[in-house]
């Protein structure tokens, strides 16, 4: 399989559906269309009847605009089934330094309770809220800093199983690949002070690590490291 040089961005919401290509080496938008969409993206009534034919009627043109097949995408959805899951976790930490593989093993330990206690959601993005050193709080992690107890506020933000399967089986059906799901009220929310065009750039900047709080994970299939080496955009 040959090299691609674009990603392509598609955000689906009740009312509208917007594609956009991106050269991947500089980022540069080549391609960016905005159509009216009536989507029903509640969990139990999903339509995607008018979806499925805008995605029909582009897919030529997307291929003819980047002269590559669209076979993968990132698929950006704003949907009122998303829910937030906040959870706190405190490690005793005896007076010790901390360490990177402390706090990877607390976000492991959040992100397990989560998958236990919503088995019907998927976890879409996982984010480091704040940092508390021996009661003193922190946007970042402090590394290497001795503290008796550190805990760490994180958001969980999730779908439904049954709509991520009924997206895939929607995407599939025409060959193509979602990468990745991107919540699109998060990318709002995080880039709403910032000048983007268009939320498909937001999530663009989401996926190439704007958020340094955000947790990626990536699959064990695409990559042989540690889980606990391939947590943080921050540890790169």
């Given at each position: 399989m ?17 594609i956009?290509a ?25 339509n ?5 034919e ?13 002269g ?5 995408i ?45 088995q019907?959601?998927?976890i ?5 809220n ?23 506020d ?5 779908f ?26 998060y990318?709002k929310?995080?880039?709403k002070?910032?000048?983007?065009a268009?939320?498909?750039e ?5 996926m ?8 990626v ?13 391939r ?6």
């Amino acid at each position: 399989m040959s090299k691609k040089n674009f990603d392509i961005y598609i955000d689906l919401s009740s009312k509208k559906l917007s594609i956009a290509a991106f050269r991947k080496y500089d980022g540069h938008k080549t391609f960016f269309k905005e159509y009216s969409c009536v989507t029903n993206l509640n969990k139990d009534q999903l339509n995607f009847e008018n979806t499925e034919e805008i995605i029909e009627k582009n897919i030529f043109e997307i291929e003819k605009e980047t002269g590559e097949f669209l076979n993968d995408i990132y698929l950006m959805v704003e949907t009122p089934e998303s829910v937030s899951i906040k959870i706190s976790l405190i490690k005793n930490n005896e007076g010790k330094r901390i360490e990177k593989k402390n706090v990877e093993y607390l976000v492991q330990d959040a992100r397990q309770q989560i998958l236990r206690s919503h088995q019907s959601k998927k976890i879409i993005h996982i984010i480091i809220n704040n940092y508390v050193i021996d009661d003193v709080l922190y946007d970042y992690l402090p590394l290497d800093v001795n503290c008796n107890k550190f805990s760490i506020d994180i958001n969980f933000i999730c779908f439904p199983k049954n709509l991520i399967k009924k997206l895939e089986e929607l995407f599939n059906s025409h060959q193509i690949y979602i990468n990745k799901i991107i919540c699109s009220n998060y990318a709002k929310s995080f880039t709403k002070n910032k000048s983007f065009a268009n939320i498909c750039e937001s999530g663009l900047k989401l996926m190439q690590g704007i958020n340094k709080q955000e947790v990626v994970i990536v699959p064990r299939k695409l990559e042989k490291k540690g889980f606990f080496e391939r947590l943080f955009h921050f540890f790169k």
